[in-house]
């Protein structure tokens, strides 16, 4: 049973903080690089950031480059996202996903677990 819950989401306003955390099970979590996807409605799901097995690299999407950051604690079995000045335009449902790479994928593709997903929404 692998599982990838998705916790921290919620409602905040614009230019505020939000901590989001993806607790996996079932897996060896050093054997993953993990990553964070967000899909708003009626909208494509969209890359966020990925992280490396061991936690040396990372990567942003365009939009969210400069105000997101991604940690990984494998001895926790948890990913973070910490989402710093917040915009209207991040309202999305967020996904955690795991990919058995040594790469850092910015794919869905790469992917092979996925969480059920937490809801941000900031208000203007």
């Known amino acids: 049973q692998v599982q990838l819950v998705e916790s921290g989401g919620g409602l905040v306003q614009a230019g505020g903080s939000l901590r989001l955390s993806c607790a996996a099970s079932?897996?060896?979590?050093?054997?993953?690089?993990m990553g964070w996807f967000r899909q708003a409605p009626g909208k494509e799901r969209e890359f966020v950031a990925a992280?490396?097995?061991?936690?040396?690299?990372?990567l942003f999407g365009d939009l969210v480059k400069g105000r997101f950051t991604i940690a990984r604690d494998n001895a926790k079995k948890t990913v973070y996202l910490q989402m710093n000045n917040l915009k209207p335009e991040d309202t999305a449902v967020y996904y955690c996903?795991?990919?058995?790479?040594?790469?850092?994928?910015?794919?869905?593709?790469?992917?092979?677990?996925w969480g059920q997903g937490t809801q941000v929404t900031v208000s203007s």
């Open positions: 992280i490396t097995r061991s936690g040396g690299s990372t």
């Open positions: 079932g897996i060896t979590v050093s054997n993953y690089a």
């Open positions: 996903a795991a990919g058995a790479t040594m790469m850092l994928p910015s794919s869905k593709s790469a992917y092979n677990y």
